[in-house]
């Protein structure tokens, strides 16, 4: 079973407001509201590949039985650590001549809330994979993300982490399966301004020696690359389409690989996958439909 871990959810609240002035009232055009966390995002995207996974992580309050419930309707396994006290937090995005987002921070867990979490993750077994990736909850403990992958280490559990910064630096001694920075999480991790594909690829292979087995590092408009625990490289330019929507495109291309693999056990498709399914979700308005992931697979080559 492949367990995607979401620490800190939300429900995304998208306001179209057409040209906001700031001190004055404003009126929405249009409102829409789409569940999000990206381990939440990756389920979905697993689901619309016909994979099964199962959510876990926290919530809380009315926002988080709505989370629950919107999972529940799209036949999502879900199996959160409930917090008595607060809400999931809403993160709104404010559409006009230009975007505009705030973010909510959410509720605090508990050490026993957490411990519950880390039972969980401590009673997967090899057969299974964990993605963790997200912000992390507000709680007691600064090293969450570490704690999460030391338990998985210990049982022997494959897990990717999509994670930056210190969050990052802290699971990579685990040897994750896979990570996932963006370029400028590279450059951070580094603190090094890349200038060449050349130089990515050999900060890639330097992260590597730091643990983790394959390394995809999304690009944005110029694609993605992949270096691999057999120390093969993929690089692939961003297919051609008009971006809609880049909320929970990193998100896809993890869901993208897990499947790829799943299906082929192959390191190439799997990074063909990853890259249509990042893809296909900056063309669309929310998370992408099969049909749409697998019409760009078909016209992506290395």
Not at 223 to 234: H, N, Q, T, W
Request: aromatic share 8%; hydrophobic share 40%.
């Amino acid at each position: 079973m492949i367990y995607t871990v979401t620490l800190n959810p939300s429900i995304d609240y998208v306001m179209e407001c057409g040209d906001i002035k700031t001190g004055m009232l404003n009126r929405s055009n249009n409102e829409s509201f789409f569940i999000g966390g990206k381990g939440i995002n990756v389920s979905i995207m697993l689901k619309n590949l016909a994979v099964e996974s199962t959510c876990i992580g926290f919530t809380a309050g009315f926002t988080g039985e709505k989370i629950e419930k919107e999972l529940n309707s799209m036949s999502i396994i879900n199996n959160f650590v409930h917090i008595p006290k607060g809400e999931t937090r809403i993160n709104v995005k404010l559409k006009g001549k230009n975007e505009t987002e705030i973010n909510g921070s959410g509720p605090k867990a508990e050490k026993e809330e957490v411990y519950k979490l880390l039972d969980m993750l401590e009673k997967l077994n090899k057969s299974d994979l964990a993605v963790l990736s997200g912000s992390v909850i507000k709680s007691d403990f600064d090293n969450l993300y570490e704690l999460m992958a030391q338990k998985l280490s210990t049982s022997g559990v494959k897990f990717i982490a999509d994670t930056s910064g210190s969050s990052l630096k802290s699971v990579l001694k685990y040897k994750p399966f896979l990570v996932k920075p963006n370029v400028y999480e590279i450059e951070e991790f580094f603190n090094k301004k890349i200038k060449s594909e050349e130089e990515l690829v050999s900060l890639a292979f330097e992260l590597q020696n730091e643990g983790p087995e394959n390394i995809l590092v999304s690009r944005g408009k110029d694609g993605a690359v992949m270096v691999c625990g057999d120390k093969s490289i993929y690089s692939l330019p961003a297919p051609e389409g008009i971006k809609v929507n880049t909320v929970g495109a990193g998100d896809s291309m993890v869901a993208g690989f897990i499947a790829g693999y799943m299906w082929y056990g192959d390191y190439e498709k799997a990074f063909i996958l990853s890259v249509a399914a990042g893809s296909a979700t900056a063309f669309s308005e929310n998370i992408a439909s099969k049909e749409k992931v697998m019409k760009l697979f078909e016209k992506i080559s290395i």
